[in-house]
């Protein structure tokens, strides 16, 4: 398939490039003024990350950080071990963090890249369904608290996006269907095409080798790109009189979802939970 470039317009625009076989196109999103890239990555990703490392050696100085798995990685300790790193090794504003994993890989590297120095260029390498169609586009970073979810976080958008779907041959067939879980949750809010889709072919739909998925991960960017480009901040809700709920739409099922995986301890798949 060919790439295709969704663009996120706004006072801070990007592109989210969907395709395979994408790490070759880090350096042009990076910028030449970059000197050091902070690669900050799921750790159980080892063999996965190594493409994407070896481009980016070849052009910066690469401080590698493995995070811990899943959530465990979204909490203010993992957050300062990573401030602590980009100090040691004398990171500047100029330098730029690029994150790889999935959702909660990207939520942690986005806070650490908006919080240093405050805010540094950062690039996502989404390795998930879920981070590829919600994580990742938006700016929106994050970590956990004990009181909630989420509830520490600033908003700070990537330089560029890159959804390199053949980061999903390797995913387990759970994970991608809980990744749909946000997928269909972009078919309900705006884009009844993909329920069409799912409905028509539920194991196609989550097959990372043929055509519906990457279709499927295009429509929900796309659904995602034109609500947060007209609310990026979540400002414009029912509360002001507004027809629209804003960027609150995304949250259709999350409310009960966010409960569901706090009770849980944060054990049950995010996507699971919407």
């Given at each position: 398939m060919s790439d295709t470039v969704l663009h996120v317009g706004g006072a801070s625009p990007y592109d989210v490039v969907v395709g395979r076989g994408l790490a070759d196109r880090l350096p042009g999103i990076l910028s030449d003024s970059v000197q050091r890239v902070a690669f900050l990555y799921a750790a159980e990703l080892d063999e996965l990350a190594e493409p994407v490392l070896d481009v980016l050696r070849k052009a910066y100085d690469v401080l590698a950080l493995g995070l811990p798995s899943g959530e465990a990685t979204k909490t203010?300790?993992?957050?300062?071990?990573?401030?602590?790193a980009l100090g040691a090794a004398g990171f500047t504003r100029s330098d730029a963090v690029v994150?790889?994993?999935g959702g909660a890989t990207?939520?942690?590297?986005?806070?650490?890249?908006a919080t240093w120095l405050r805010g540094v260029r950062v690039v996502h390498v989404p390795t998930t369904l879920l981070a590829m169609v919600d994580a990742a586009?938006?700016?929106?970073t994050g970590i956990n608290t004990a009181a909630g979810k989420n509830l520490v976080g600033s908003f700070h958008e990537p330089a560029g996006v890159l959804v390199d779907l053949d980061t999903l041959l390797t995913l387990p067939r759970a994970e991608l269907v809980a990744g749909m879980g946000e997928v269909i949750k972009c078919g309900f809010i705006a884009d009844p095409v993909i329920l069409d889709l799912?409905?028509?072919?539920?194991?196609?739909?989550?097959?990372?080798?043929?055509?519906?998925?990457p279709e499927l991960v295009e429509r929900a960017i796309r659904v995602k790109i034109e609500v947060v480009v007209?609310?990026?901040?979540e400002t414009a809700g029912s509360e002001?009189?507004?027809?629209?709920?804003?960027?609150?739409v995304?949250?259709?099922?999350?409310t009960m979802g966010h409960a569901i995986e706090r009770a849980e301890g944060y054990t049950m798949r995010h996507g699971e939970a919407v």
């Open positions: 203010a300790e993992v957050a300062f071990q990573c401030w602590d994150t790889f994993g990207t939520d942690l590297g986005g806070f650490v890249a586009v938006g700016g929106k799912v409905e028509t072919g539920p194991t196609a739909a989550t097959d990372p080798r043929g055509p519906v998925l007209a609310d990026l901040k002001d009189g507004a027809a629209h709920p804003g960027r609150e995304l949250n259709y099922g999350h």
